[in-house]
Nanobody, 127 residues
Framework: EVQLVESGGGLVQPGGSLRLSCAAS????????MSWVRQAPGKRLEWVAG????????NYADSVKGRFTITRDNANNALYLQMTSLKPEDTAAYHC????????????????????WGQGTQVTVSS
């Protein structure tokens, strides 16, 4: 059974930082590119960042580019999202997500191409 469990969310002031973690199990983690997606209240799921199955470097939505960094640890089946210079508009539930297809390329940006995501961790940016 595929499981994705996020942690690390919380309340932070504008300009602050948080590091989110995702523990993956039930599949061969290193076979898949992985992404973070988020959902703000009353809004649709939004793709935030993606990373290839091996190697460093990420792909980012324009809204977070230069502020967020996605990384992974294949030895420990873990995915991370370092968030800096947080803004109130970053407030959302953040989910790690696994695409439906294995690929060596960056994972897709379309939410429709994902078949598993975790329960999410809430990030609230407010003074």
């Amino acid at each position: 059974e595929v499981q994705l469990v996020e942690s690390g969310g919380g309340l932070v002031q504008p300009g602050g930082s948080l590091r989110l973690s995702c523990a993956a199990s039930g599949f061969t983690f290193s076979d898949y590119g992985m992404s973070w997606v988020r959902q703000a209240p009353g809004k649709r799921l939004e793709w935030v960042a993606g990373i290839r199955r091996v190697g460093s470097g990420g792909n980012y939505a324009d809204s977070v580019k230069g502020r967020f960094t996605i990384t992974r640890d294949n030895a420990n089946n873990a995915l991370y999202l370092q968030m800096t210079s947080l803004k109130p508009e970053d407030t959302a539930a953040y989910h790690c997500a696994r695409p439906s297809r294995r690929s060596g390329l960056y994972p897709p940006r379309s939410i429709d191409d994902y078949d598993y995501w975790g329960q999410g961790t809430q990030v609230t940016v407010s003074s």
